[in-house]
């Protein structure tokens, strides 16, 4: 007797196995929070003078949250060339340990004249109204060119949005104030997960046939999961590139990128990608020193994103234990591989999506990166994970399939026992097909009496079968008799 033929959902193993990720914004949730974590400056936090950079970080950060249009541009190194613009506004940020020396810093050692022109000039919250005082003092002594008024200090010195303590403590991991900077920063990131894992799962759903209803709850419950996952992956990386982690591995990167730069190719797909990142064209040394941010930064996200999508099977092998080791090892083998190369496919898809953006004036180059990148680690995320997924079922059968197997026999068992019908048994699967799924297997995985599991889950629909069969009247020994006369009077004209 053949046994599931008609049931494809319960017959076919592919449908109860878990293939990771998911969730498809698992794919592009490590490139999203490497991309907005390579935008900071994150690198420099754990320099001598880290706390400054934070402060910067900080201060952008406050400005963007509320509506001004803000940009970093410290990083490109100018000489006395400001740090921040807000608002068309030029911003020079000095965080130092008290008033005078914030101060002293702005000016000239020699003649001890305003070093920034028409900068304005962020101090630490704290010292905010000490600064101003001693701006005035300067001003009075004729220290501030092209400004005679003492009150003009309060337009010169702006008030920063953290003290000096909470810029030292943003810079270094494992503190309060540096968790609490990690929370705010990285709900933006999620957000941005949440909103994409939510579009893609609505599509999907919808061109599978679901109700709108129904594919807005799964969205809903595809981008909590997406977005989490982001919020906490992008909260692990910034503390850990807090640390020398961040240097590791800097300067073989950098030269990596530099020596791909040097060719007309590689110095194109270069700048693509910074352009992409940035959303904006940038020059070569520019574009190659954010591209080796990007990919070390990648380097981290990327192995974080993998643990925090796995931590739902570890619970499950450890605690649960519904699944073995060696499916944990094989979905955390495929996670990591999905990731890598949806990181991939972000950074490809960012470049020609820039590239494309810039030539369209409607598009743009930020838009277009997104798009790109959003379609290129999808790509190359689920290609990834099926690829991975092929090669492990090689090594390594999925729990499903065993369990199924052994499912399966023992049906077969409880059919035999009851001598059920073929139709009767077609029956009986297509109940059991109603309560087989994933969860279900992984009820069973849990069972060390497999085979009385299944019986106390299944045996009673055999004994339902026997209870519907029409009842059965032997015949009369009259009849017999007849029956057996016939028998003998054929034999013997034979």
Same mark, same amino acid.
């Given at each position: 007797?053949?046994?599931?033929?008609?049931?494809?959902?319960?017959?076919?193993?592919?449908?109860?196995?878990?293939?990771?990720?998911?969730?498809?914004?698992?794919?592009?949730?490590?490139?999203?929070?490497?991309?907005?974590?390579?935008?900071?400056?994150?690198f420099?936090?754990?320099?001598?003078?880290?706390? !400054?950079?934070?402060?910067?970080?900080?201060?952008?950060?406050?400005?963007?949250l509320?509506?001004?249009?803000?940009?970093?541009?410290?990083?490109?190194?100018?000489?006395?060339?400001?740090?921040?613009?807000?608002n068309?506004?030029?911003?020079?940020?000095?965080?130092?340990?008290?008033?005078?020396?914030?101060?002293?810093?702005?000016?000239?050692?020699?003649?001890?004249?305003?070093?920034?022109?028409?900068?304005?000039?962020?101090?630490?919250?704290?010292?905010?109204?000490?600064?101003?005082?001693?701006?005035?003092?300067?001003?009075?002594?004729?220290?501030?060119?092209?400004?005679?008024?003492?009150?003009?200090?309060?337009?010169?010195?702006?008030?920063?949005?953290?003290?000096?303590?909470?810029?030292?403590?943003?810079?270094?991991?494992?503190?309060?104030?540096?968790?609490?900077?990690?929370?705010?920063?990285q709900?933006?990131?999620?957000?941005?997960?949440?909103?994409?894992?939510?579009?893609?799962?609505?599509?999907?759903?919808?061109?599978?046939?679901?109700?709108?209803?129904?594919?807005?709850?799964?969205?809903?419950?595809?981008?909590?999961? !997406?977005?989490?996952?982001?919020?906490?992956?992008?909260?692990?990386?910034?503390?850990?590139?807090?640390?020398q982690?961040?240097s590791?591995?800097?300067?073989p990167?950098?030269?990596?990128?530099?020596?791909?730069?040097?060719?007309?190719?590689?110095?194109?797909?270069?700048?693509?990608?910074?352009?992409?990142?940035?959303?904006?064209?940038?020059?070569?040394?520019?574009?190659?020193?954010?591209?080796?941010?990007?990919?070390?930064?990648?380097?981290?996200?990327?192995?974080?994103?993998?643990?925090?999508?796995?931590?739902?099977?570890?619970?499950?092998?450890?605690?649960?234990?519904?699944?073995?080791?060696?499916?944990?090892?094989?979905?955390?083998?495929?996670?990591?591989?999905?990731?890598?190369?949806?990181?991939?496919?972000?950074?490809?898809?960012?470049?020609?999506?820039?590239?494309?953006?810039?030539?369209?004036?409607?598009?743009?180059?930020?838009?277009?990166?997104?798009?790109?990148?959003?379609? !290129?680690?999808?790509?190359?995320?689920?290609?990834?994970?099926?690829?991975?997924?092929?090669?492990?079922?090689?090594?390594?059968?999925?729990?499903?399939?065993?369990?199924?197997?052994f499912?399966?026999?023992?049906?077969?068992?409880?059919?035999?026992?009851?001598?059920?019908?073929?139709?009767?048994f077609?029956?009986?699967?297509?109940?059991?097909?109603?309560?087989?799924?994933?969860?279900?297997?992984?009820?069973m995985?849990?069972?060390?009496?497999?085979?009385?599991?299944?019986?106390?889950?299944?045996?009673?629909?055999?004994?339902?079968?026997?209870?519907?069969?029409?009842?059965?009247?032997?015949?009369?020994a009259?009849?017999?008799?007849?029956?057996?006369?016939?028998?003998?009077?054929?034999?013997?004209?034979?």
């Open positions: 007797m053949k046994i599931l033929d008609k049931t494809k959902r319960f017959d076919d193993e592919h449908d109860f196995v878990e293939e990771p990720p998911k969730n498809k914004a698992d794919l592009l949730l490590s490139s999203l929070v490497a991309d907005n974590l390579a935008r900071t400056q994150i420099k936090y754990s320099t001598k003078y880290g706390h !400054g950079f934070a402060a910067e970080d900080a201060n952008h950060f406050t400005d963007k509320s509506g001004k249009v803000a940009e970093v541009v410290g990083p490109s190194n100018t000489l006395n060339g400001a740090d921040r613009v807000v068309g506004v030029l911003i020079q940020s000095k965080y130092h340990a008290s008033a005078s020396k914030t101060i002293d810093a702005a000016f000239t050692f020699s003649w001890g004249r305003y070093r920034y022109g028409e900068q304005i000039l962020e101090v630490p919250k704290d010292q905010y109204a000490e600064c101003v005082k001693l701006m005035q003092d300067r001003i009075r002594s004729g220290k501030v060119p092209g400004v005679r008024n003492p009150a003009e200090a309060e337009k010169i010195v702006w008030k920063g949005s953290v003290t000096y303590k909470q810029a030292r403590n943003i810079a270094r991991s494992g503190n309060i104030d540096s968790l609490v900077f990690d929370t705010k920063t709900s933006v990131t999620s957000v941005s997960v949440f909103t994409v894992s939510f579009v893609i799962t609505f599509a999907q759903a919808c061109w599978r046939g679901e109700s709108v209803a129904e594919a807005a709850r799964m969205a809903f419950e595809s981008a909590i999961v !997406g977005g989490s996952t982001a919020f906490i992956t992008g909260i692990v990386s910034a503390q850990l590139l807090r640390t982690v961040a590791f591995g800097a300067a990167i950098k030269n990596g990128v530099k020596a791909i730069a040097q060719t007309s190719v590689g110095g194109t797909v270069i700048r693509q990608i910074a352009a992409g990142s940035l959303g904006k064209p940038v020059t070569n040394t520019i574009a190659i020193r954010h591209v080796a941010k990007l990919l070390r930064t990648n380097a981290v996200t990327a192995p974080i994103a993998t643990v925090v999508i796995s931590s739902p099977d570890f619970y499950r092998a450890v605690f649960k234990r519904s699944i073995s080791w060696q499916q944990f090892t094989k979905n955390l083998s495929i996670n990591a591989a999905g990731v890598a190369a949806g990181t991939a496919g972000w950074l490809g898809g960012s470049a020609a999506g820039a590239a494309i953006g810039s030539a369209v004036p409607v598009i743009g180059t930020a838009t277009g990166a997104v798009v790109g990148g959003v379609a !290129g680690s999808l790509g190359a995320g689920i290609g990834g994970t099926v690829a991975a997924k092929s090669l492990a079922d090689r090594i390594v059968p999925d729990d499903s399939k065993r369990l199924i197997k499912l399966r026999n023992e049906l077969a068992r409880l059919a035999s026992e009851y001598i059920v019908t073929e139709p009767e077609e029956r009986i699967i297509k109940r059991v097909a109603m309560t087989v799924d994933v969860k279900w297997l992984r009820r995985f849990t069972q060390y009496h497999k085979r009385d599991f299944i019986r106390i889950e299944f045996e009673y629909l055999f004994k339902a079968a026997l209870r519907n069969r029409d009842p059965i009247m032997l015949p009369s009259e009849a017999l008799e007849a029956v057996v006369d016939k028998i003998c009077l054929l034999e013997e004209t034979t």
